[in-house]
């Protein structure tokens, strides 16, 4: 936790809290100082729960750390920070169980984007979150393809996986980047919530192939259904190429496993180092191989992860790709949809998104894992050997979706204190905002058997006058 000392200026004495994951603003809008040196949105300070972060939000006289003028730059104890006519001392608590890892910095792969801003205490709200769920929430904000400013709100919904499907007592934060697995290169296990738009649903399952009853077993199928969906892949046993002489190369039987880690480091795929090859659409895979040589062939460990209607036989085989997870960026077909970054993109549209750019790109699932139009969130569930000690887990998506509604300025906020401030300087308890209810989809649904839960993730899009733009003053969820 950070907290806020004023030493010096009107409003000394005073204390300004930010818990983690939250981001507060230090302004004449946002919190009630008196000084009015201070620019309208002066600066924000954000606490991840061992280390605090502070950035200028473009002042008029500038934000200083320690005398130094900063734009953005870390917080530590004993830290003085100068804005207006006062003088803040920061004060870090950490708080237990919290750290860098549990909320990354908010990052959006390739578009514009800004801090999540929660609920704070000033009199006027700028963009302040009133969450009335269980949920987590968080937003970004982007420009489309035609360059329009949008807000984007995330919803993440936490359950437990169970036919008795209910809301987990902890939930799950919104993922602000993304978390890798431990392999060497690593995979995306869980990819980050704070994208702007997809156009579909993705259904997604990270964990792993479990034997019924324990057994050992050299082969096993595991699949799932979410309502029309219908998804499965053949697991296989450790198995390597074996070169013949004269002839060609064979497969080793396939070695029993009790589990099996479904991830892409499983599947087809991979660098042929040695032809100077690789997998189009799966660069940590294993199998692959662009050019036959003993060297090559000898050893070569094949994916434990096949499609059942397309096995591997021969050598030169080149079958697509199969897994459950997160499926790369830098990967076939989903590379494609990222657009063309090329001088003339550079020179004409930077920072903006390509003319040929796919919001496909931000849809994460597996290409076959990927819903047409949305889920409803009412499908029935069947997982099939993805569940320690139940080959077959059925239950029913919980039919629980947010409602999220923006409350709009109508009047400029700067404008509209600048006017009560010369009438009286007096704020009224009636503000001239206007409610806009958004129309948010399940876009994405994660199951993580072996943690007992899934998540869904709605978002919802509004427009906005600018990217800097003041006029939304809530974003309001509820059930």
Same mark, same amino acid.
């Given at each position: 936790?950070?907290?806020?000392?004023?030493?010096?200026?009107?409003?000394?004495?005073?204390?300004?809290?930010?818990?983690?994951?939250?981001?507060?603003?230090?302004?004449?809008?946002?919190?009630?100082?008196?000084?009015?040196?201070?620019?309208?949105?002066?600066?924000?300070?954000?606490?991840?729960?061992?280390?605090?972060?502070?950035?200028?939000?473009?002042?008029?006289?500038?934000?200083?750390?320690?005398?130094?003028?900063?734009?953005?730059?870390?917080?530590?104890?004993?830290?003085?920070?100068?804005?207006g006519q006062?003088?803040?001392?920061v004060?870090v608590?950490?708080?237990?169980?919290?750290?860098?890892?549990?909320?990354?910095?908010?990052?959006?792969?390739?578009?514009?984007?800004?801090?999540?801003? +929660?609920?704070?205490?000033g009199?006027?709200?700028?963009?302040?979150?009133?969450?009335?769920?269980?949920?987590?929430v968080?937003? #970004?904000?982007?420009?489309d393809?035609?360059?329009r400013?949008?807000?984007?709100?995330?919803?993440?919904?936490?359950?437990?996986?169970?036919?008795?499907?209910?809301p987990?007592?902890?939930q799950?934060?919104?993922?602000?980047?993304?978390?890798?697995?431990d392999?060497?290169?690593?995979s995306?296990?869980?990819?980050?919530?704070?994208?702007?738009?997809?156009?579909?649903?993705?259904?997604?399952?990270?964990?792993?192939?479990?034997?019924?009853?324990?057994?050992?077993?050299?082969?096993?199928?595991?699949?799932?259904?979410?309502?029309?969906?219908?998804?499965?892949?053949?697991?296989?046993g450790?198995?390597?190429?074996?070169?013949?002489?004269?002839?060609?190369?064979?497969?080793?039987?396939?070695?029993?496993?009790?589990?099996m880690?479904?991830?892409?480091?499983?599947?087809?795929?991979?660098?042929?180092?040695?032809?100077?090859?690789y997998?189009?659409?799966?660069?940590?895979?294993?199998?692959?191989?662009? +050019?036959?040589?003993?060297a090559?062939?000898?050893?070569?460990?094949?994916?434990?992860?096949?499609?059942?209607?397309?096995?591997?036989?021969?050598?030169?085989?080149?079958?697509?790709?199969?897994?459950?997870?997160?499926?790369?960026?830098?990967?076939?077909?989903?590379?494609?949809?990222?657009?063309?970054?090329?001088?003339? $993109?550079? +020179?004409e549209? $930077?920072?903006? #998104?390509?003319?040929?750019?796919?919001?496909?790109?931000?849809?994460?699932? $597996?290409?076959? #894992?990927?819903?047409?139009?949305?889920?409803?969130?009412?499908?029935?569930?069947?997982?099939?050997?993805?569940?320690?000690?139940?080959?077959?887990?059925?239950?029913?998506?919980?039919?629980?979706?947010? +409602?999220?509604?923006?409350?709009?300025?109508?009047?400029?906020?700067?404008?509209?204190?600048?006017?009560?401030?010369?009438?009286?300087?007096q704020?009224?308890?009636?503000?001239?905002?206007?409610?806009?209810?958004?129309?948010?989809v399940?876009?994405?649904?994660?199951?993580?058997?072996?943690?007992?839960?899934?998540?869904?993730?709605?978002?919802a899009?509004?427009?906005?006058?600018?990217?800097?733009?003041?006029?939304?003053?809530?974003?309001?969820?509820?059930l």
């Amino acid at each position: 936790m950070i907290t806020l000392e004023v030493s010096a200026g009107p409003a000394a004495g005073r204390r300004i809290e930010a818990v983690p994951g939250a981001v507060v603003e230090i302004g004449r809008l946002s919190q009630a100082l008196g000084d009015r040196h201070l620019s309208a949105r002066h600066f924000a300070i954000a606490c991840d729960g061992r280390q605090g972060r502070i950035r200028d939000l473009g002042s008029t006289n500038g934000t200083f750390v320690n005398g130094r003028r900063i734009s953005e730059t870390t917080l530590d104890d004993g830290d003085r920070i100068d804005a207006g006519q006062s003088t803040f001392v920061v004060r870090v608590r950490p708080v237990e169980g919290a750290g860098p890892g549990s909320s990354p910095a908010p990052t959006a792969d390739g578009v514009a984007s800004d801090v999540a801003l +929660k609920r704070s205490t000033g009199p006027l709200p700028l963009c302040q979150v009133a969450n009335e769920t269980p949920f987590a929430v968080s937003m #970004l904000r982007w420009a489309d393809v035609e360059g329009r400013p949008r807000l984007t709100v995330v919803v993440k919904a936490t359950f437990v996986l169970d036919p008795d499907v209910r809301p987990t007592p902890r939930q799950l934060p919104v993922f602000d980047a993304d978390i890798l697995t431990d392999q060497d290169p690593p995979s995306v296990r869980f990819e980050s919530d704070r994208v702007p738009f997809k156009p579909r649903s993705d259904v997604v399952l990270v964990g792993r192939a479990h034997a019924p009853g324990g057994e050992a077993v050299s082969t096993l199928p595991a699949g799932l259904r979410v309502g029309q969906l219908r998804y499965g892949v053949l697991v296989v046993g450790d198995r390597r190429w074996e070169s013949q002489l004269l002839q060609a190369p064979t497969i080793s039987m396939p070695e029993p496993f009790v589990t099996m880690d479904l991830v892409y480091e499983r599947a087809f795929g991979g660098f042929d180092e040695p032809a100077g090859m690789y997998c189009q659409e799966n660069h940590v895979g294993t199998g692959f191989i662009g +050019k036959r040589s003993v060297a090559r062939v000898e050893g070569l460990r094949l994916p434990n992860l096949e499609d059942p209607t397309n096995q591997i036989h021969s050598w030169n085989d080149l079958p697509r790709p199969v897994g459950f997870g997160f499926y790369g960026r830098g990967w076939a077909p989903r590379l494609q949809y990222a657009g063309t970054y090329d001088e003339k $993109h550079m +020179k004409e549209r $930077h920072p903006l #998104l390509p003319v040929d750019f796919s919001y496909r790109f931000f849809n994460g699932a $597996h290409p076959d #894992l990927q819903v047409e139009g949305y889920l409803r969130g009412d499908e029935e569930v069947d997982l099939l050997n993805v569940c320690s000690g139940s080959p077959r887990m059925s239950f029913r998506l919980p039919a629980v979706a947010p +409602k999220i509604t923006v409350s709009r300025w109508t009047v400029p906020p700067e404008q509209w204190i600048e006017e009560q401030e010369g009438a009286n300087g007096q704020i009224p308890d009636r503000l001239p905002l206007v409610d806009e209810p958004l129309s948010p989809v399940l876009d994405t649904l994660v199951l993580v058997p072996d943690q007992g839960v899934f998540y869904q993730v709605f978002r919802a899009v509004a427009s906005l006058s600018s990217l800097d733009s003041l006029e939304i003053a809530r974003v309001i969820v509820t059930l």
